[in-house]
Antibody, heavy 123, light 107 residues
């Protein structure tokens, strides 16, 4: 069974740092692109960052570029999001999500999501 | 950035109704469009990918279609478990972007 389990969220002061983890199981983690998506309380979904299967290609949303760092450890089947210089507007539930596989040339969606971890930035 | 304009933002419907949700992309995204369902306090769940492909395990009352930059999610006969918020998402180019969501409520 595919599982993605996030951890590391919590309350942090503005300007602080936090590292989120996403432990993957039930599939060959090293074969999949992984993403972080966040959702502020009562708001919609916002894409944050992605990393390819071997970690050689990384992309960020402009809102987090230079402050957040995505990484992965394929030996540990774990995805990370290092968040520095946190702001109140970074308050959200953070989800890790797996990008599915192309089937018959059809572009996939996010076929598995974690349960989310809440990050609250407040003094 | 590609903007995804989703409508309506909310709707009220009854069990058994046919429901249609629309998403318009600000530029061509080919078929790089997915639909997600999210219930309160839960992670999103993918319903459709590649605009019109049904994700494995999703009931066949859900369907998707595309016409140019306009995409549609249709629920043919609304069931009690379908009351939720629905999002479209383009994966054609980064930053990946979501529509604003459509909340489907009980009439």
């Amino acid at each position: 069974e595919v599982q993605l389990v996030e951890s590391g969220g919590g309350l942090v002061q503005p300007g602080g740092s936090l590292r989120l983890s996403c432990a993957a199981s039930g599939f060959t983690f090293s074969s999949y692109w992984m993403h972080w998506v966040r959702q502020a309380p009562g708001k919609g979904l916002v894409w944050v960052s992605r990393i390819n299967s071997d970690g050689s290609s990384i992309t960020y949303a402009d809102s987090v570029k230079g402050r957040f760092t995505i990484s992965r450890d394929n030996a540990k089947n774990t995805l990370y999001l290092q968040m520095n210089s946190l702001r109140a507007e970074d308050t959200a539930v953070y989800y890790c999500a797996r990008l599915g596989e192309y089937t018959y040339g059809h572009p996939p969606g996010f076929d598995y999501w974690g349960q989310g971890t809440l990050v609250t930035v407040s003094s | 950035d590609i903007q995804m304009t989703q409508s309506p933002s909310s709707l009220s419907a009854s069990v058994g109704d046919r429901v249609t949700i629309t998403c318009r992309a600000s530029q061509s995204i080919s078929s790089y469009l997915s639909w997600y369902q999210q219930k309160p306090g839960k992670a999103p769940k993918v319903l459709m990918y590649a605009a019109s492909s049904l994700q494995s395990g999703v009931p066949s009352r859900f369907s998707g279609s595309a016409s140019g930059t306009d995409f549609t999610l249709t629920i043919s006969s609304l069931q009690p478990e379908d009351f939720a918020t629905y999002y479209c998402q383009q994966s054609y180019s980064t930053p990946l972007t979501f529509g604003g969501g459509t909340k489907v409520e009980i009439k």
